[in-house]
């Protein structure tokens, strides 16, 4: 069973996480997968290391937030399985034992507007600290009333080791992409384009290549996308552009694809630290305008610029 575990705080942008996490779901549920919702409070004590990343919520005490989280998880769960975590102390000991590397879980995360340090640490400690997938939903993006229909994989066209969790994101991609769609011909010349249009695969690779390197054969990014495996079976194409900053070539071939879900590789682990934070992963993980499926790398890899 997969676990969608929403860390709520009491503010708009996790209520709008819980409610892109609902959205899956209720999808889920309706293609019968087995899948669980959880509700998940951290409120550390003030002397925890975790404080700094966990801010109490403003505008309600503690308590009241962990009352009106309980209400709602009951609430929730006449629809399906729901329940209501809190973690209060010891808090990195504790998030890594309930999403461990057997966890079946993904953490939802609502990115607030304000994507000023605070957050970013936050995000970045998240990242690290867990072996899990963090789906981070950004507080302007409206949970759509269907499941996303055009992914966009990221790849620095490097090598990755991917966490056993990172199975899960495969599955559910999977999952998520069960087209029951009828398709008409129709008449005219322009009936074909259109047929062909709707038979294009809804998946795209991206890779985003400066001047400081070649443009990269699109076989070898192919075998790339295959050897990451995150996409298992689902039908791709390859979408690569130049521009002289990787990030901002990735934000524009998100728009020019049209996708509405990001996946990106987080090395965390071969660029701790500040090198990490300024990394193309980590910049996106702020800024990108959709919703980002974010998977740790799973043990440090030697980093080689893309050649």
Do not use: K
Request: include cysteine; charged fraction near 15%.
């Amino acid at each position: 069973m997969t676990t969608f575990s929403v860390l709520m705080n009491g503010s708009a942008a996790a209520d709008n996480a819980l409610a892109y996490a609902l959205m899956l779901v209720r999808y889920l549920r309706r293609h019968q997968q087995p899948v669980e919702l959880r509700l998940l409070a951290v409120l550390p004590a003030r002397h925890d290391a975790a404080a700094a990343y966990f801010p109490r919520p403003t505008g309600q005490s503690a308590d009241a937030l962990v009352a009106g989280l309980c209400a709602q998880a009951a609430e929730l769960a006449a629809q399906g399985p729901c329940r209501f975590t809190l973690v209060t102390r010891n808090v990195a000991a504790e998030l890594t034992q309930l999403f461990h590397f057997a966890a079946a879980d993904v953490l939802v995360v609502g990115r607030p507007a304000d994507t000023a340090l605070p957050t970013a640490r936050s995000l970045f400690y998240l990242c690290r600290l867990l072996p899990n997938p963090l789906l981070l939903v950004p507080a302007a993006f409206a949970a759509p009333a269907e499941v996303p229909a055009r992914l966009a994989l990221d790849t620095d066209g490097q090598a990755v080791r991917l966490p056993s969790s990172a199975r899960r994101v495969t599955e559910l991609l999977l999952s998520l992409r069960q087209d029951t769609r009828v398709l008409y011909l129709g008449s005219g010349r322009r009936a074909a384009g259109r047929l062909l249009a709707q038979l294009a695969p809804s998946t795209v690779g991206i890779h985003v290549y400066t001047a400081d390197e070649p443009a990269p054969p699109p076989a070898a990014l192919l075998a790339r996308l295959a050897e990451i495996g995150l996409l298992g079976d689902l039908p791709h194409t390859l979408h690569t552009a130049y521009h002289s900053s990787v990030e901002e070539g990735i934000l524009q071939l998100i728009q020019a694809c049209e996708a509405e879900l990001l996946l990106l590789v987080a090395r965390q682990r071969t660029l701790p630290g500040e090198q990490f934070e300024t990394s193309t992963s980590a910049r996106l993980m702020l800024r990108s305008p959709i919703p980002a499926l974010v998977v740790p790398e799973a043990a440090p890899v030697r980093w080689r610029r893309r050649c």
